[in-house]
């Protein structure tokens, strides 16, 4: 019998498969059968907690009256909610690269940015009670206008959260860790995810700063050594690297700190596969169906699937 079990999380819903972070993308995800949905929120201007990866309308996705929004698309913290259910988003923009990367996406009309309650009255209404909820708070520390205060955003999510009825059932995850920081204050039952990148061209971490990242909370890589026990020092219980950073070291470390290891964003066969070989608890994939038969191949266990793919 295998030991090991793998949380399996659709990235976005499915991204790879239908449009990122709406109903019909989460619905594909749950028909596929995945552990956890990792979806990202954002705050509009009259306080409604709504699923979205940009804290601006991306202008390869969104469309008004069926013309494609114009660099740069509004900040969705300056919309009404009304106002933003003017927008769809279930297409991609031809001949971006966005549609170069995703060309087995489904196009839909008529799709709109979902609240966050939305989401959840979906998975009840398919008697999904085992599935998780990985939610993304969307800020970022040197764009403050774009996004209610950390306080505020974490008090505002907690609320959608408490008012579902899913604090059992939610992680709360972010690149900037002031949110989650504020989370464990508010709701330490709650799970808090430490995502971070250490990439050439993108580095949340601050690896080479003796003053530190805006992105980590006055916590420096400098003084702690490792991301980690960085996470460890926040008191996070996750960890959420980008796949190039993860390697058999600080898997291993993580795990002697008591933390959990859920890679992004892995989305072939071989890269999954040697994700599960180093041990990691978890995998975020725009492709649940790739994870998910990779995840077979290994004899771990699955998830239920809910609804038909």
Not at 95 to 119: H, N, W
Not at 245 to 261: C, S
Request: with cysteine.
């Amino acid at each position: 019998m295998p030991t090991q079990s793998l949380d399996l999380q659709g990235h976005r819903g499915a991204r790879g498969l239908m449009p990122e972070n709406t109903l019909p993308g989460f619905s594909k995800a749950l028909a596929i059968g995945v552990n956890t949905l990792e979806l990202d929120c954002v705050i509009t201007r009259d306080d409604v907690v709504v699923v979205c990866h940009d804290r601006q309308l991306n202008p390869d996705l969104a469309r008004r009256n069926l013309e494609w929004v114009v660099a740069p698309g509004p900040v969705i913290r300056s919309l009404s909610y009304e106002e933003l259910c003017e927008y769809e988003v279930g297409r991609i923009k031809p001949d971006t690269a966005y549609a170069e990367r995703f060309p087995a996406q489904a196009p839909l009309d008529r799709v709109k940015i979902p609240r966050l309650s939305e989401v959840f009255a979906l998975v009840k209404s398919l008697g999904a009670d085992d599935v998780r909820f990985s939610i993304e708070t969307k800020l970022h520390p040197l764009r403050p206008e774009q996004s209610p205060a950390p306080q505020a955003f974490a008090e505002m999510l907690l609320k959608e959260i408490d008012a579902a009825g899913m604090i059992d059932r939610t992680s709360v995850q972010s690149f900037d860790w002031r949110t989650l920081a504020v989370m464990q204050q508010l709701a330490p039952q709650i799970p808090t995810v430490y995502l971070s990148v250490q990439q050439s061209g993108e580095d949340t971490i601050g690896t080479a700063s003796k003053t530190g990242s805006p992105w980590t909370n006055r916590i420096r890589y400098a003084e702690h050594g490792s991301v980690p026990r960085m996470v460890q020092a926040a008191a996070g219980k996750i960890w959420s690297p980008h796949q190039a950073d993860v390697n058999a070291e600080n898997v291993a470390e993580a795990h002697a700190l008591g933390l959990g290891v859920v890679v992004w964003t892995v989305n072939d066969a071989a890269g999954i596969e040697n994700m599960i070989d180093l041990g990691v608890d978890g995998i975020i994939s725009d492709y649940p169906n790739r994870l998910r038969k990779v995840a077979e191949s290994k004899g771990l266990p699955l998830p239920r699937v809910y609804g038909a793919a």
